[in-house]
């Protein structure tokens, strides 16, 4: 009895290991198929890749330019020129305007105080000449100053 038991249980184990062993079998050639797979896809993406890059390097050597340094002055500037004549026409233009406006001004006040002068010197000149006239003289120059002007 003991023996059939032990036969037994040698022949399930048996069974057992067989079927393991065709389960890593059919494992390993997924893995070997998997592998091959992977390979060959790699080798399409190296191709490609190499490719690619060879295309690229050869487009940059047969367009490559020697370097040249300039050196110049722009008034206008090749880009950003919205906010170039936004500064220039919002900022610039204002203070011209008030330059000029300044400018003129000035130049208005400098004939007005000029003009003054002028009539503060005749003034003085006039009152002076009238304090040293007696009464006769005093009468007669305060009659030509009461005179209508008649300007032609």
Not at 1 to 13: A, H, N, P, Q, W
Not at 109 to 128: F, H
Request: hydrophobic share 40%.
């Amino acid at each position: 009895m003991e023996k059939e038991i032990i036969e037994t249980v040698l022949i399930e184990i048996l069974d057992e290991q067989k079927q393991t062993n065709l389960l890593i079998e059919n494992n390993n050639k997924l893995l070997q198929n998997f592998d091959e797979k992977l390979k060959k896809q790699q080798d399409i993406h190296k191709d490609a890749i190499l490719t690619r890059l060879n295309s690229i390097t050869q487009q940059l050597s047969s367009h490559s330019k020697p370097v040249k340094r300039e050196f110049r002055i722009l008034l206008f500037p090749e880009q950003g020129t919205v906010n170039y004549y936004k500064v220039v026409f919002g900022r610039i233009f204002f203070w011209l305007v008030m330059l000029c406006i300044a400018k003129y001004a000035y130049l208005l006040g400098d004939k007005w105080v000029s003009k003054n002068l002028e009539i503060n010197k005749y003034q003085r000149a006039w009152e002076t000449y009238y304090l040293k006239q007696n009464k006769k003289g005093q009468k007669a120059m305060e009659e030509i100053l009461n005179e209508p002007l008649n300007d032609q």
